[in-house]
């Protein structure tokens, strides 16, 4: 089992910055997959961006040039710099991680862009 736990997110105006964290315990391994997805209300879940073991990256084209995933030092950690947020990037945030054949989440975070 691997347990994931976001944080980081909270209200920000538009044009502004947050970063979300992601820490992961448990049985980790050191292939994976992990990503953000997000959930805004009455919308399905999508993907925001991930990040490989070997540090290969995708993003969603809504948030190319805008967002930045990254992971720590070590396979238990990864991060969304987050930049000139929009209104439309209100959602709650959800940490995913892949090993194997099995997928993790974490609770989310609220993301809220407002003024």
């Known amino acids: 089992q691997v347990q994931l736990v976001e944080s980081g997110g909270g209200l920000v105006q538009p044009g502004g910055s947050l970063r979300l964290s992601c820490a992961a315990s448990?049985?980790?391994?050191?292939?994976?997959?992990m990503g953000w997805y997000r959930q805004a209300p009455g919308k399905q879940r999508e993907l925001v961006a991930s990040i490989t073991s070997g540090s290969v990256t995708n993003y969603a084209d809504s948030v190319k040039g805008r967002f930045t995933i990254s992971r720590g030092n070590t396979n238990t950690t990864m991060y969304l710099q987050m930049n000139s947020l929009k209104p439309k990037d209100t959602a709650v945030y959800y940490c995913?991680?892949?090993?194997?054949?099995?997928?993790?989440w974490g609770q989310g975070t609220q993301v809220t862009v407002s003024s």
């Open positions: 448990g049985s980790i391994f050191s292939i994976y997959t």
């Open positions: 995913h991680r892949a090993q194997g054949s099995v997928s993790y």
